[in-house]
């Protein structure tokens, strides 16, 4: 397994890895862990576990009159399908969410700023909303994770030789 190797060189943070997952593996672990040892779930993420649970016609007409996104509430039922409604295999679901966001916010970092880890980055590591939000069974991690992955494929598309190709 590739070994991360974090230096200072001339102020700015350097990544000496070709795959930094582990450190965001580990940020989203310390995160989920210590949203399973502090807090059991509240208000509005019973209200995702009830809404993810209803059946049929029921959770089709609920998703049709709600203003929440829908793209959420249906991933979420099919985990509740695979893994259960049970506190920590849905912890789990929002730490994969929560994975591969922290994962996009930093390949958009780096197609902005190659070779190296902006500050921002790491302000953004250390910021309060990051570990509010990651761990609460919401949707909040997966539309920002959404926005950041079209936000990259945009930064793609304008800095492509061809212009018109609107894909990856």
């Known amino acids: 397994m590739d070994e991360l190797k974090i230096e200072i060189v001339h102020n700015w943070l350097v990544v000496k890895s070709k795959s930094p997952f582990l450190l965001f593996f580990l940020i989203s672990a310390i995160i989920t862990v210590g949203a399973v040892l502090t807090k059991s779930f509240w208000g509005d ?7 993810a649970t209803l059946t049929g016609q029921v959770f089709i007409n609920a ?26 295999t849905l912890r789990i679901f929002q730490f994969i969410i929560g994975f591969i966001f922290i994962s996009s916010v ?27 939000f990651i761990p609460m069974l919401r949707y ?14 945009f930064f793609n598309w304008i800095t492509s030789k061809r212009k018109k190709d609107f894909y990856f």
């Open 140 to 153: 909040y991690s997966l539309a920002a994770t959404i926005v950041l992955f079209s936000t990259f494929i």
């Open 45 to 51: 993420e019973i209200f995702s576990i009830q809404f």
């Open 106 to 132: 930093y390949f958009t970092f780096i197609k902005i700023y190659p070779k190296r880890i902006h500050p921002l980055f790491i302000l953004f590591l250390f910021s309060g909303g990051l570990w509010l």
């Open 63 to 88: 998703l049709a009159n709600d203003y929440h996104p829908p793209f959420y509430f249906i991933i979420l039922k099919l985990w509740i399908y695979a893994f259960g409604s049970g506190e920590i």
